[in-house]
């Protein structure tokens, strides 16, 4: 199996600008002969929207974008999105083949100090992800996730042999560090590989500095 990591600079607010760069990027991991593609968290959108997010036509042109990526044929697309169900809003990823939606996740730590603010915004999820590609079972988490025990042991506990993690981790010194060995740990404890992609760019006082990885037993 090939994953592809789509580490790149989304514009917060331009739906249809992001989508049209997952579009283009899902062409080329094709070309290089990639099985999945995974965007950071909150592609779709950019992180973070704020307010924005307090918008109903913000998520029915989310809904929109999803449709025009569920055209796209031949890789498996796991995307980050805001979703609205009912009265409540996720923080999500969707996992989409050949015109199938095989899931969607929905993050389950919200983090809510220093320059995030995701409570005001988001419900926290309640169940792991897994599906299948090919013979092998893949689960999801989105960014805080991976920082604790419990979801990565859930997603092992639910059958996953592979761990794929969307990000929207800001840069200070010695982050690149933190997260390697945050991730390593949860290596340690499930024995499963990981795979973790991360925004790249900046947005107001926030900077992202990509830094994608994957990590297993070895």
């Not at 599906?131 to 979801?151: H, M």
């Amino acid at each position: 199996m090939r994953i592809a990591l789509a580490q790149f600079n989304p514009v917060v607010g331009d739906i249809t600008g992001n989508t049209q760069k997952i579009l283009q990027l899902a062409h080329q991991a094709m070309a290089q002969g990639a099985d999945i593609l995974i965007t950071p968290e909150l592609a779709l959108t950019g992180y973070s929207p704020e307010d924005l997010l307090l918008r109903d036509s913000f998520y029915r042109a989310c809904n929109r974008a999803l449709d025009d990526l569920l055209e796209l044929d031949g890789i498996t697309l796991v995307v980050g999105h805001p979703v609205k169900l009912g009265n409540e809003c996720f923080n999500a990823a969707t996992v989409m083949r050949d015109g199938h939606r095989l899931g969607q996740y929905h993050k389950m730590l919200l983090p809510n100090d220093e320059v995030f603010d995701e409570c005001r915004y988001f419900t926290p999820g309640a169940a792991p992800l897994v599906f299948k590609q090919g013979d092998t079972q893949v689960g999801v988490l989105i960014c805080e996730d991976v920082w604790s025990v419990d979801p990565a042991a859930e997603l092992a506990d639910a059958g996953a042999e592979l761990v794929l993690v969307l990000n929207a981790s800001p840069f200070h010194r010695n982050k690149v560090e933190t997260r390697h060995d945050v991730v390593r740990y949860r290596v340690e404890e499930t024995g499963l590989p990981f795979a973790y992609t991360n925004l790249v760019g900046g947005q107001d006082e926030l900077v992202f500095d990509g830094a994608s990885f994957a990590i297993n037993k070895g």
